[in-house]
């Protein structure tokens, strides 16, 4: 019963993601703004949301008694750090997966090189700065606060300099353009801003509610495996959340749209790299135990590498198949301690 809940969750969650991506097109196509901007901050905030809510409601939420915060924080951090763990790695490569036939193991991958070099940039420096804030004291509050702050500014920096970029790209050939007819209008609305919002907002309903229907199951069948609530969250909850939505990046490279696809992904870990992190440094005791050391280095090298391949003139889907290769070595190290 549980893999058929799972099986229709799934089927919900594709259909959402076709819905989702349609009408972001056509946003962005009517705005007049670049695949990095619809990519990198539409589509991956936009997906990011929903997910974003738990580690915030873990943190919160288990205040009642100090075994029930110390749960909290644990499946919080572990749901803040694993969400870029497995965007780096997991993500990416099924993402070269999904087009490994038709474009071959040495066949090419061409996002727009200056956003994607952006994103990577700002995301690893931001990690670096989380990985620093675990060997902060916590008698020294007054830094670790700052080093928050600091990873705050950097997200809003990033936004400002995404969008200031939009312009110029729009004029060398990199516009957000549509394949398809928007959905809605097939059944006769018009093509304008409110019927697009209006079904953004029927696409990320439809997501949300597949999502959380898929970690209901998820969680039912960790409990039968029987792992540690700081485990279950760097490993389960960002499958359950965060790769169901990143269909949409797969949906977008099977179209050729490399660019939407990749801004889908490093946008969404820039802006789970800060804010996030941020508020774990902030509100967590934020502390280096081994298994998050481990997914924060993995996390690092899996971005390094990537930003490596850009410096070194582009990427082919071989090289996105490493990145998964990393998520199963850190599979093999948290799971054998």
Same mark, same amino acid.
């Not at 080093?147 to 990199?174: C, D, N, P, Q, W």
């Not at 135990?289 to 930003?307: H, P, Y």
């Given at each position: 019963?549980?893999?058929?809940?799972?099986?229709?969750?799934?089927?919900?969650?594709?259909?959402?993601?076709?819905?989702f991506t349609n009408a972001l097109e056509h946003l962005g196509e009517k705005l007049g703004i670049s695949e990095g901007v619809t990519g990198s901050l539409f589509a991956a905030v936009g997906t990011a949301l929903p997910e974003t809510?738990?580690?915030?409601?873990?943190?919160?939420?288990?205040?009642?008694?100090?075994?029930?915060?110390?749960?909290?924080?644990?499946?919080?951090?572990?749901?803040?750090?694993?969400?870029?763990?497995?965007?780096?790695?997991?993500?990416?490569?099924?993402?070269?997966?999904?087009?490994?036939?038709?474009?071959?193991?040495? +066949?090419?991958?061409?996002?727009?090189?200056?956003?994607?070099?952006?994103?990577?940039?700002?995301?690893?420096?931001?990690?670096?700065?989380?990985?620093?804030?675990?060997?902060?004291?916590?008698?020294?509050?007054?830094?670790?606060? +700052?080093?928050?702050?600091? %990873?705050? %500014?950097?997200?809003?920096?990033?936004?400002?300099?995404?969008?200031?970029?939009?312009?110029?790209?729009?004029?060398?050939?990199?516009?957000?353009?549509?394949?398809?007819?928007?959905?809605?209008?097939?059944?006769?609305?018009?093509?304008?801003?409110?019927?697009?919002?209006?079904?953004?907002?029927?696409?990320?309903?439809?997501?949300?509610?597949?999502?959380?229907?898929?970690?209901?199951?998820?969680?039912?069948?960790?409990?039968?495996?029987?792992?540690?609530?700081?485990?279950?969250?760097?490993?389960?909850?960002?499958?359950?959340?965060?790769?169901?939505?990143?269909?949409?990046?797969?949906? $977008?490279?099977?179209?050729?749209?490399?660019?939407?696809?990749?801004?889908?992904?490093?946008g969404a870990m820039v802006f789970q790299g800060t804010l996030l992190p941020a508020i774990g440094i902030m509100l967590t005791p934020w502390q280096p135990r081994q298994e998050v050391v481990w997914g924060i280095v993995?996390?690092?090298?899996?971005?390094? $590498?990537?930003?490596?391949?850009?410096?070194?003139?582009?990427?082919?889907? $071989?090289?996105?198949?490493?990145?998964?290769?990393?998520?199963?070595?850190?599979?093999?190290?948290?799971?054998?301690?």
């Amino acid at each position: 019963m549980v893999f058929l809940k799972l099986f229709l969750m799934l089927i919900v969650i594709l259909i959402a993601a076709e819905v989702f991506t349609n009408a972001l097109e056509h946003l962005g196509e009517k705005l007049g703004i670049s695949e990095g901007v619809t990519g990198s901050l539409f589509a991956a905030v936009g997906t990011a949301l929903p997910e974003t809510l738990v580690p915030l409601l873990a943190i919160f939420s288990y205040t009642s008694t100090t075994a029930g915060s110390n749960a909290g924080h644990e499946i919080g951090v572990g749901a803040i750090l694993g969400a870029p763990l497995m965007l780096a790695t997991l993500s990416l490569a099924l993402m070269a997966i999904s087009v490994w036939k038709r474009r071959g193991t040495q +066949g090419h991958i061409r996002p727009e090189r200056t956003g994607l070099i952006r994103d990577l940039n700002f995301f690893i420096v931001a990690f670096i700065f989380a990985a620093v804030a675990m060997y902060v004291p916590h008698d020294l509050p007054t830094i670790r606060y +700052g080093i928050g702050a600091i %990873m705050v %500014m950097t997200y809003f920096i990033y936004v400002m300099m995404t969008l200031r970029a939009s312009k110029a790209l729009v004029e060398e050939g990199h516009a957000t353009e549509a394949d398809s007819d928007m959905f809605l209008c097939k059944i006769g609305l018009p093509n304008n801003i409110a019927v697009i919002i209006a079904q953004l907002i029927l696409g990320l309903a439809l997501l949300i509610f597949g999502a959380k229907g898929f970690i209901n199951e998820v969680e039912g069948a960790a409990e039968i495996i029987g792992i540690s609530a700081l485990l279950l969250s760097l490993l389960i909850i960002p499958i359950a959340t965060e790769l169901p939505e990143k269909v949409n990046s797969i949906l $977008w490279i099977r179209k050729g749209k490399d660019t939407l696809a990749f801004g889908n992904i490093t946008g969404a870990m820039v802006f789970q790299g800060t804010l996030l992190p941020a508020i774990g440094i902030m509100l967590t005791p934020w502390q280096p135990r081994q298994e998050v050391v481990w997914g924060i280095v993995i996390t690092l090298l899996a971005a390094i $590498w990537l930003r490596y391949l850009m410096a070194k003139g582009g990427i082919r889907v $071989w090289h996105l198949l490493v990145n998964g290769a990393m998520y199963v070595t850190y599979l093999f190290i948290a799971l054998s301690q």
